[in-house]
């Protein structure tokens, strides 16, 4: 069964304190793996797309990385605005239907 | 500016009501997808179209329906069949099935 997992649930972190999440899965297929920053109340905003093990992709602080059980999304010096929860997702390649794991949030303290 | 757009941010529900949650993309996306989000949970798919005039039942479509009568708008109608419907509802597109998906800011059900 297609299931991804987030870790940890919860995570506070001093502002400047580099630290990552990560994102495992079992997927028959992987068509893509999906990173997304959602705000309390609003909807989830796109970060990065991920396709094939040993990819990266960088935006400002945030990078992600894939290998073929999981992802890591690496912050570096965050700042409290980066206090969201992050949530990743994979697209069976079979179904293109997409999994969505619980989610991580993040606290950055000033 | 090109995006997605839910109404209303909160809607109010009383027993044995049906509602209706709007959701209109000017992307000129084909595909769109409502999900429901419950607090420790995933998101969870409802419905999804690939094109107009089709659409196809997600994990969990039991009480609600959907339309696909123009491309740009997908609305989800919660039913009084629906027993537990207090979540946050978030309608999303993708240029293809097998696009990245992109969401909507989403509409809070509350049961009076």
């Known amino acids: 069964e297609d299931q991804v997992t987030q870790s940890p649930e919860a995570l506070r972190l001093q502002e400047g304190e580099s630290s990552s999440l990560n994102c495992s899965y079992t997927v028959s297929g992987l068509r893509g793996l999906f990173w997304y920053r959602q705000d309390p109340g609003k909807g989830p905003e796109f970060l990065f797309t991920l396709y094939s093990a040993g990819e990266e992709k960088e935006k400002e602080r945030l990078k992600a990385t894939l290998t073929k059980k999981e992802s890591f999304l690496h912050i570096t010096a965050p700042k409290p605005e980066d206090s969201a929860t992050y949530l990743c997702?994979?697209?069976?390649?079979?179904?293109?239907?997409?999994?969505f794991g619980t989610g991580t949030r993040l606290k950055v303290l000033a | 500016d090109g995006g997605i757009t839910q109404s209303p941010k909160y809607l109010f529900r009383k027993e044995g009501q049906n509602v209706t949650l709007s959701c209109e993309q000017n992307l000129n996306h084909d595909a769109m997808y409502w999900y429901r989000q419950d607090p420790g949970q995933g998101l969870r798919l409802i419905y999804y179209s690939q094109i107009v005039n089709d659409f196809q039942k997600g994990d969990i479509a039991e009480g609600y329906s959907v339309s696909r009568e123009k491309k740009e708008s997908f609305p989800l109608t919660v039913t009084s069949a629906q027993k537990n419907p207090t979540a946050f509802y978030l309608c999303a597109s993708s240029m293809g099935g097998r696009e990245t998906q992109y969401f909507g800011p989403g509409t809070r059900l509350l049961v009076l």
């Open positions: 997702a994979v697209q069976d390649s079979g179904t293109y239907k997409y999994i």
